[in-house]
């Protein structure tokens, strides 16, 4: 089963809205953490968020909210009022358990465009 | 935050040359590296997972004889394509475990390395 799920291949946003990108997340660990990264067509991947399993409150990062349910197995990620330099891939991705020498299992990713 | 480099960030080699890629985790030190690779509108694949001081550890299908990793320290991590064919053409990215300060012991990833094979 695939630990990462991201349904939307494609998504458009008019600038200045609000997006949702999806994410569900397959575990059965107690302990994990959910990432998002943005990859501009330059190809580096940036680190935009975190949520911890046991954070009760969403993440937020500026413009950037995830919006975990833990119940669903979810972790989407909202980006509010949408700019042009926004329109990149994006991926979620999963650690399980602590520690930076645990893989990431991501997504395929969502392709996102912002219009103007 | 940290900053994870590769070098070069884009190589064109003959098919059947070799070609070696840098890793470097410039402000911190990192025990782990991770490789990837991905190929154009696709995810990152995982190749191997590499760390400082013992052999690699590689993902089912990545050819160890043809990808060979070495993690001689705690800032450099190296992948070496060897007898590179067209089909090994790709994006290759490495990413350094780091912690951000925000409890989330994120991956720091490298600008990344475009490989033509002709």
């Known amino acids: 089963a695939q630990k990462i799920t991201q349904t939307q291949p494609g998504m458009f946003v008019q600038e200045k809205e609000a997006v949702t990108l999806d994410c569900t997340y397959d575990t059965s660990d107690q302990s994990y953490g959910l990432f998002w990264y943005k990859q501009p067509s330059s190809g580096e991947m940036i680190f935009l968020i975190y949520?911890?399993?046991?954070?009760?409150q969403n993440a937020t990062e500026g413009r950037y909210s995830l919006n975990f349910q833990k119940a669903r197995k979810s972790a989407n990620l909202v980006i509010s009022a949408s700019q042009l330099g926004d329109s990149a891939m994006y991926f979620c991705?999963?650690?399980?358990?602590?520690?930076?020498?645990?893989?990431?299992?991501f997504g395929t990713g969502t392709s996102l465009t912002v219009i103007p | 935050g940290a900053v994870v480099s590769q070098h070069p960030s884009w190589v064109i080699c003959k098919s059947g040359t070799s070609v070696k890629i840098e890793c470097r985790s410039l402000?911190?030190?990192?025990?782990?590296m991770f490789w990837y690779r991905q190929f154009p509108k696709q995810s990152l694949m995982l190749m191997a997972t590499?760390?400082?001081?013992?052999?690699?550890?590689?993902e089912q299908g990545v050819e160890k004889d043809k990808f060979l990793i070495n993690h001689a320290s705690l800032t450099l991590s190296t992948l070496t394509v060897t007898s590179a064919h067209p089909e090994d053409s790709s994006f290759y990215i490495c990413?350094?475990?780091?912690?951000?300060?925000?409890?989330?012991?994120?991956?720091?990833f490298g600008p990344g390395t475009r490989l033509t094979v002709t």
């Open positions: 590499s760390n400082e001081g013992s052999k690699a550890t590689y």
């Open positions: 949520q911890g399993s046991y954070d009760e």
């Open positions: 990413s350094a475990g780091g912690t951000s300060g925000r409890g989330g012991d994120e991956q720091y």
């Open positions: 991705a999963m650690r399980e358990g602590y520690g930076t020498g645990n893989q990431f299992y």
């Open positions: 402000d911190f030190q990192a025990t782990t």
